[in-house]
């Protein structure tokens, strides 16, 4: 194993995988300190590996696994973002295995996500940092280098909202009657877009004025029963 500077002007690491056949993979930096220290935690992870025996999976077929445990648990939206999240990380990272993937190179990964938004990062981190964490319960890591890199510090945001002006101005714009009743239900309960597509009339309790997201029609956002109350116009 080796270090050798190419054209482009990064370092890269030469390595024999399991197979004996010989790799090389980019440290993502110009400058050699930077590469020494990729070198040395890319060094440790493949003894690591070899000593703990965890079972090796490439990122390609690590996605694709895990995108398939996602499509049972998880909603279409969330799983479409896993999607994305992880092609953009084997854009930046090739298809190493996921034992030799290091929190240095992670960190860079992210970093450049965190130019775009600082929104986009942490919810990149956020999400790879739980399919990683899934990596460790089923053999493929020892540890989750996402657990190594610090949540990103989100500037604060004005709450966005209507004024009932506002309110009143876009209910004149709508025609579909469906449609307005769906948003002044939503507005007077704030249930989300599903669980009022799926509500069933024997979660509302006419009487008591409150209905009850059992979890069973829809899975709420928090995963928990919810109840919520009814106003006269939700009503």
């Not at 965890?54 to 398939?68: A, C, E, Q, R, T």
């Not at 092609?87 to 298809?95: H, P, Q, R, W, Y």
């Not at 739980?130 to 540890?143: C, I, P, R, T, W």
Request: charge should be positive.
């Amino acid at each position: 194993m080796f270090l050798s500077k190419l054209n482009n002007g990064n370092w890269y690491i030469y390595y024999n995988n399991s197979t004996g056949k010989r790799k090389k993979i980019s440290t993502k930096t110009k400058f050699k300190r930077e590469a020494l220290q990729y070198l040395s935690e890319f060094e440790s992870n493949i003894k690591r590996q070899k000593e703990l025996k965890v079972i090796p999976i490439d990122l390609i077929s690590f996605k694709n696994s895990y995108l398939k445990h996602s499509e049972a648990v998880h909603r279409p939206k969330t799983t479409k973002a896993l999607k994305t999240i992880f092609e953009s990380l084997i854009s930046f990272c090739g298809n190493p295995y996921i034992s030799t993937i290091t929190s240095i190179e992670l960190k860079k990964f992210l970093e450049q996500k965190y130019i775009v938004s600082p929104y986009t990062a942490q919810k990149y981190l956020a999400f790879i940092r739980s399919a990683f964490n899934d990596a460790v319960k089923d053999g493929y890591l020892e540890q989750n280098p996402f657990n190594k890199i610090d949540n990103f510090r989100l500037p604060e945001q004005q709450p966005l909202f209507f004024s009932e002006s506002e309110f009143q101005s876009l209910l004149s714009v709508i025609e579909d009657k469906d449609l307005k009743d769906l948003i002044i239900f939503g507005v007077n309960t704030s249930m989300r877009q599903m669980e009022m597509l799926t509500l069933k009339w024997n979660q509302i309790n006419f009487k008591e004025r409150f209905l009850t997201l059992d979890n069973i029609s829809n899975i709420t956002k928090s995963g928990k029963i919810g109840t919520v109350p009814l106003n006269l116009t939700a009503l």
